[in-house]
């Protein structure tokens, strides 16, 4: 069996794999971005050769600008040969993705392969047989947490609003995880993930993860441990500076109407529809002025250009961000 997991970053999700990852039958590893190339799932027959040969031909669709696959092979104790093997005489994506999913578990003496990326969700709409999860968090504090990472707050800004409500739209309320929950009660969201996967709940809780010791900018923790605490107040310890851009962000941006993964489109759009879905409030009154709206401007016009010249799905003519007024 395949999960699918994905969300904006600084949602959650490194911690819930940590914690799927230490469950006897779920194998759970690092980001692949396997399940995060919706080109695979459009355009299987060139799309095979560019994974098997040109991977960086294979580039992001949402606002974390990233091109190629990068799977670990030895963390699932598989060879590039045999990733091939299974990309060769097949009619379509679905049974490329059967044939992994069977070959991982089967090395792994496992029965779920459970792959996390947060571009995981511009494939959503495509996985319509697979089971998927969205990890969700508070706008303020998600992005905070970004900014905290050494992110621009426009740039987290921008992620979040496309990563989150692109993902919303293409999965069912069950199927979400709120960060807040999963801290507060890790143990009812695990016994509603392992009932979705029809498991018990057999964990290893001494297990001592294979996964790679990635500690990213600003986490107070390793990947491979589990955190001893976290903090639920990020964006009160933001610059006034810094709140100022992303109070000003939430009020003005949106997803454009015009933008769409090969005719998938977002049906939330904005801040506050997501806010309303997820039952978030704000954080404190929105406080910004003019130039911080005319930052966000000169930001996505800038971002334009970029994502053109660089050849990106997000370029000019399917430019996914835009201001309202």
């Known amino acids: 069996m395949l999960l699918s997991i994905g969300g904006s970053a600084s949602t959650g999700s490194s911690l819930l794999v940590q914690l799927l990852d230490r469950h006897r039958s ?27 040969h040109r991977p960086r031909l294979l580039s992001s669709h949402g ?30 994506y679905f049974e490329f993705l059967e044939r992994l999913d069977q070959l991982i578990n089967r090395r792994n003496q ?28 508070h706008p303020q504090e998600a992005i905070a947490s970004m900014v905290h990472r050494g992110m621009d707050p426009i740039y987290a800004s921008c992620r979040y609003l496309l990563d989150t409500g692109f993902g919303l739209s293409y999965v069912d309320t069950d199927a979400i995880v709120k960060y807040e929950l999963l801290i507060d009660d890790m143990e009812i969201i695990l016994e509603s993930i392992c009932t979705m996967l029809d498991l018990d709940m057999d ?60 005719g998938h489109k977002a049906k939330n759009t904005r801040f506050d529809e997501i806010m309303a879905i997820l039952d978030y409030q704000m954080i404190g009154e929105s406080r910004y002025q003019d130039v911080h709206l005319t930052r ?30």
């Open 26 to 52: 779920i194998i759970a590893g690092p980001e692949s971005h396997i399940l995060a190339r919706p080109q695979l799932f459009r355009f299987f027959p060139i799309s095979r050769v560019c994974l098997m």
């Open 63 to 92: 606002w974390h600008m990233q091109r190629g696959i990068d799977f670990p092979f030895d963390f699932y104790q598989i060879s590039p040969a045999e990733l091939n093997d299974c990309l060769m005489n097949l009619h379509g």
């Open 110 to 137: 496992t029965s779920v392969w459970c792959d996390k990326t947060p571009a995981n969700v511009y494939c959503f709409s495509f996985l319509t047989t697979v089971k998927k999860l969205l990890t969700v968090r």
């Open 203 to 262: 964990f290893d809780w001494d297990k001592v993860s294979s996964r790679d010791a990635d500690k990213m900018k600003g986490w107070r923790y390793a990947e491979t441990e589990l955190p001893a605490e976290v903090t639920h107040d990020r964006f009160t310890t933001l610059s006034t500076e810094d709140q100022a851009h992303i109070y000003a962000a939430i009020a003005h941006l949106r997803i454009s109407d015009s933008w769409s993964v090969y």
């Open 296 to 325: 966000i401007k000169n930001y996505l016009r800038t971002q334009k250009w970029l994502r053109t010249r660089k050849a990106y799905p997000t370029h000019w003519l399917n430019f996914p961000i835009e201001v309202r007024d």
